[in-house]
């Protein structure tokens, strides 16, 4: 089964292929251009040196958010033509189960953190991969707070995401990952999304949305006039 995964979620983005669970290629930017102008070209780049054609692709899986409302919207749109055009599906991960999973090794517990700027996040915890706590929006030090009640006190805790590379000043008294290193990978969120539809999970080009887990600017200006 070849599985394609597609991040949109932050300025990072990226695309991975994988044959079951096995990596055949990704690709990863962190550059300053829409993700409009590169999600297809690296896509058809890498299905080229893969070897493979659209045609063969089983599976899609797309991070749905939260994240930038644009590029989610891009990358989702992009998964939903995909999955219709080619009668295939989709599961959807967000961005922070995303991180869940790639970071699932940790001995400990894996905060999530995606920067919704002024010091706010979206955060989440994990350990092993599976949700410790649900999803959440709020300030950093509603993060922190969390942290020093929890139940898991004396266990480590390492802060993953942007946001934990943007704040990483606040939580400096906690472990957090390098930059280079904090990136959400394509390929983690390929092999989630696999392993999930192997579990019964699917969506199909109708279903597959974005999860946003907060009202755009527009939405607040347009209900403050109200």
């Not at 045609?55 to 995909?82: C, H, M, N, Y």
């Not at 009640?149 to 906690?174: K, T, W």
Request: with cysteine.
């Amino acid at each position: 089964m070849y599985v394609l995964g597609i991040d949109t979620s932050t300025m990072t983005g990226g695309v991975a292929l994988l044959k079951d669970d096995e990596l055949v290629g990704e690709s990863v930017l962190n550059i300053r251009t829409t993700h409009s102008e590169r999600l297809l070209p690296a896509l058809e780049t890498l299905l080229a040196d893969g070897g493979i054609e659209a045609q063969e692709l089983d599976l899609l899986s797309v991070v749905t958010g939260p994240g930038s409302f644009t590029g989610l919207r891009i990358g989702v749109a992009t998964a939903k033509g995909l999955s219709y055009a080619l009668g295939i599906p989709g599961v959807g991960v967000t961005t922070l189960e995303g991180y869940g999973w790639q970071f699932s090794y940790f001995p400990g517990t894996v905060l999530a953190l995606v920067d919704a700027r002024r010091e706010h996040v979206f955060w989440q915890a994990f350990q092993e991969g599976v949700a410790v706590k649900g999803p959440s929006y709020g300030s950093l030090q509603d993060v922190l707070t969390w942290c020093r009640s929890s139940q898991r006190i004396g266990e480590p805790f390492l802060f993953v995401g942007d946001g934990a590379v943007n704040y990483s000043e606040q939580i400096r008294a906690s472990r957090a990952v390098p930059a280079a290193q904090s990136l959400l990978r394509p390929s983690a969120v390929a092999h989630l999304g696999y392993t999930r539809f192997l579990a019964g999970e699917q969506s199909d080009a109708f279903t597959l949305n974005p999860t946003y887990m907060r009202q755009t600017e527009a939405e607040r200006r347009w209900q403050g006039q109200m």
